[in-house]
């Protein structure tokens, strides 16, 4: 998924997880266990990957590049 923000001007490519998160939050604002709910569904999690935390990291990430706001919420 390619991405542009408008009020930066930058533009960015999102891949796996960081799309999904996008894709996820487009209709409304999610939890973050909502999400990892839906990342089970959606993808094969790894045995011992903390997938809480490599939501919050993303939307750390997409927050901080201006992708996503305000979704989601934190439960």
Do not use: N, W
């Amino acid at each position: 998924m390619a991405v542009y923000v408008g009020f930066t001007g930058t533009a960015h490519v999102l891949q796996g997880l960081a799309c999904f998160l996008v894709e996820s939050c487009r209709e409304e604002p999610r939890t973050f266990a909502d999400l990892a709910d839906k990342a089970v569904e959606a993808f094969e999690i790894e045995a011992g990957l903390d997938l809480g935390t490599a939501i919050a990291h993303t939307v750390r990430q997409l927050r901080g590049l201006g992708i996503l706001m305000p979704c989601p919420q934190p439960s």
